[in-house]
């Protein structure tokens, strides 16, 4: 919950600013990679939760997943905000593959992650605890990422780079989600329950089931139109707070932290 929470809440509040004033691609160029990224995550993510569900449970259905995913998450994280400076037509290219990339792992991890929380055990109330911890530790991951601005700041007064000082940062936050998987895999270690699901198996169910169920898509239009303002939100507040307000990295990086806490 920390790892993919902390990296989502980054991804959208900076990707934007990072690809049109760091890289300096053109800002359409920018918001069609975070559209992008965004359509392959609607695609894989029933697609993952439908190759899970249907893994040996005796070998694990959920864990193996948080163990596969543990790197590559941390290194994708750290190139997702690595600019290597290829020229331009590569550049798009590279970082286009990594956000598909990056939302790849991150569904590989979170979709079987979520679910794993509801088969550590059949007892409600234990259920419900688990889930209030998953998303106290999301909440918090969400909190920190109002430093990014404040590190990168650091980073850059050291080595007198900004592409560096974002590289770095994201470095380290690459290092810190993959160690935080591997305590998640071994903390759950023997809870994960044999649960095996029989029934057959239709990748045209998975995309027709839900289309049948109106309470579910009434549900899903308004999460979507959240997460929409959400972004919306993220990805444009940065360029209000430095451009508008003038404020200094270290300033916004105190405001949204502040603003994650409420």
């Known amino acids: 919950g920390w790892a993919t929470l902390f990296t989502f809440t980054v991804f959208t509040t900076y990707g934007l600013y990072f690809f049109t004033d760091v890289v300096k691609l053109a800002p359409a160029f920018a918001g069609l990679l975070l559209s992008v990224g965004t359509l392959w995550d609607a695609i894989t993510d029933p697609l993952v939760g439908a190759i899970s569900d249907r893994r040996d449970p005796i070998k694990g259905r959920r864990r193996p997943f948080l163990l596969a995913t543990a790197i590559p998450f941390g290194i994708v994280n750290w190139l997702m905000f690595t600019n290597w400076d290829f020229g331009s037509t590569v550049t798009k290219i590279y970082f286009l593959l990594i956000i598909l990339a990056y939302y790849t792992v991150q569904t590989c991890l979170d979709v079987p992650y979520t679910a794993l929380g509801a088969e550590m055990t059949m007892d409600y109330d234990e259920r419900s605890s688990l889930n209030s911890h998953r998303a106290f530790w999301a909440t918090v991951g969400s909190v920190l990422t109002g430093l990014t601005l404040i590190i990168v700041s650091y980073f850059t007064g050291v080595t007198g780079s900004e592409t560096l000082g974002w590289s770095i940062t ?20 023997g809870y994960e329950l044999p649960v095996k699901i029989e029934e057959k198996f239709s990748y045209k169910d998975i995309i027709n089931g839900p289309m049948k169920n109106k ?22 507040s940065v360029y209000f707070f430095m451009y508008n307000l003038e404020l200094s990295e270290v300033q916004v990086g105190t405001l949204y932290t502040v603003l994650w806490v409420a």
């Open 170 to 189: 994201n470095g380290i936050f690459g290092a810190l989600i993959t160690i935080s998987i591997f305590i998640g895999w071994k903390a759950t270690k």
């Open 215 to 236: 309470p579910f898509l009434i549900i899903s239009a308004m999460f979507a139109l959240g997460i929409a303002a959400q972004c919306l939100f993220d990805s444009s």
